[in-house]
């Protein structure tokens, strides 16, 4: 990312919070006991200061190694969803700790924790399961947009952003969920008119076949052919799926739409802004 920075790129950064949302959440249910465990939305809010903390520090420093001075910024991020939304009636992401029978039925009579068997035998198969709504928007994308304009690096929609719907006095209202960090991050593209939408996760390029004796790598791929594939199933759901759904969204969007979306790792990520590595998806 530095290489990025360097070479005079204006970046905008988004990560996930998975592990540290869930070391929160049992840290809650550990101390329950002597204070009130805090809700999802609080959590979400606070892995967004904890890691943009990390990464401001270590880009500060990093920067700073090549003479080079930029503000950087976290900004805790609310995204809008729809209270319709069909997760809501349906909720599949699990989070939190691993529940015995026992401690199951017990935390879905006292605290109306939707809970379900997520895996298929063992001491704790249960697993709190939450919405994951479709975002909408970045309620803080015009100030994002706006220190991005100003040359700062920002750091925001952190593990997809806080979920927030409306009430029904017309107010935001933050709700027991998550957001796919990839949807949501696609949407921080959109609020600050990215030109390149970047994706980077475990393997350097997309695959077809994944896991079987017909696997290939992607090195590029049209919306057209992104769909269809999507359509046929070579991209797993809670994998690959979400992240190429959020690129096809980036290059269709608005009336012009981006330029180009990414798939690769981090450590290729400066080789795929040049286009010798990754997967590149475009109109």
């Not at 002597?34 to 200061?49: K, S």
Request: charged fraction near 20%.
């Amino acid at each position: 990312m530095l290489q990025v920075i360097k070479a005079g790129c204006q970046v905008v950064i988004t990560h996930g919070n998975g592990p540290q949302v869930g070391n929160l959440l049992i840290q809650q249910e550990a101390g329950v006991s002597q204070v009130p465990a805090l809700e999802m939305d609080i959590c979400g809010a606070m892995t967004q200061g904890q890691i943009g903390y990390l990464l401001q520090q270590a880009l500060l420093n990093g920067l700073r190694s090549h003479n080079l001075n930029f503000n950087i910024v976290t900004i805790v991020t609310q995204v809008m969803v729809n209270k319709d939304d069909p997760d809501f009636r349906n909720p599949t992401k699990p989070v939190g700790p691993f529940y015995n029978r026992e401690t199951a039925e017990r935390y879905k009579s006292e605290r109306m924790y939707q809970i379900k068997q997520v895996v298929p035998n063992g001491e704790r198969p249960f697993r709190r399961v939450v919405p994951s709504p479709d975002p909408i928007r970045m309620l803080e994308g015009k100030a994002i947009k706006k220190l991005v304009d100003a040359g700062m690096v920002v750091i925001a929609s952190g593990g997809g952003g806080i979920p927030v719907t409306l009430n029904d006095s017309g107010e935001n209202e933050g709700i027991e969920g998550v957001i796919d960090k990839d949807l949501a991050g696609e949407k921080l593209a959109e609020a600050v008119g990215a030109d390149i939408f970047m994706i980077l996760t475990d393997v350097n390029r997309v695959k077809l076949g994944f896991g079987t004796a017909q696997e290939k790598d992607l090195d590029r791929m049209n919306v057209t052919q992104a769909k269809r594939y999507l359509k046929e199933g070579h991209f797993l759901s809670g994998s690959m799926a979400p992240k190429v759904l959020a690129c096809i969204r980036f290059i269709e969007y608005g009336e012009y739409g981006g330029d180009e979306a990414i798939i690769t790792s981090l450590d290729h990520a400066w080789l795929a802004i040049q286009g010798r590595e990754g997967t590149h998806i475009v109109a």
